[in-house]
């Protein structure tokens, strides 16, 4: 792979992560992935977290991203430099902040968790075409219940 190659790609991970850390509107962080992208959020299947899921199509980007806001938000969300493989054409970026709960009997629990993106399937402009996210779903299954991890 190229140098200029790795930088775009390195620069679309980068721009990705500044977005999301200041909560940036669906307008801005479409232009960043490819028009069809697949979106998985890994993790077992329950009707309380639903954003455990995979999103595939022109519409994936925007229905992750309603159904995320519709149970949760993020604070103080950090960002570690993301990694390349340039072989692969993959980055993988990790990642900490403080995921609050915001509706149903869980309102209002929040949680530290680390997580991990894994970006890959990049178009020739650089833009992601499949995001992967691993997280905390126990964490994220509680607070949808009213409780923490603590406390279990």
Request: proline share 7%.
């Amino acid at each position: 792979m190229s140098t200029s190659r790795s930088s775009l790609l390195l620069h679309t991970a980068r721009t990705l992560c500044a977005a999301f850390a200041r909560s940036a509107p669906l307008a801005e962080l479409q232009p960043l992935f490819t028009p069809s992208p697949t979106i998985t959020e890994h993790g077992p299947r329950t009707p309380s977290v639903p954003f455990l899921a995979t999103f595939s199509g022109p519409d994936a980007l925007e229905q992750y991203m309603s159904i995320l806001a519709r149970c949760l938000t993020v604070s103080d969300a950090e960002y570690e430099e993301p990694m390349l493989d340039d072989g692969w054409e993959v980055v993988c970026v990790k990642a900490r902040g403080t995921f609050t709960w915001v509706e149903g009997k869980g309102k209002g629990v929040r949680w530290n968790e680390e997580f991990v993106y894994l970006l890959s399937g990049f178009d020739g402009e650089g833009r992601v075409g499949v995001w992967e996210v691993w997280a905390d779903p126990l964490s994220a299954w509680l607070a949808s219940q009213g409780k923490r991890v603590d406390d279990a």
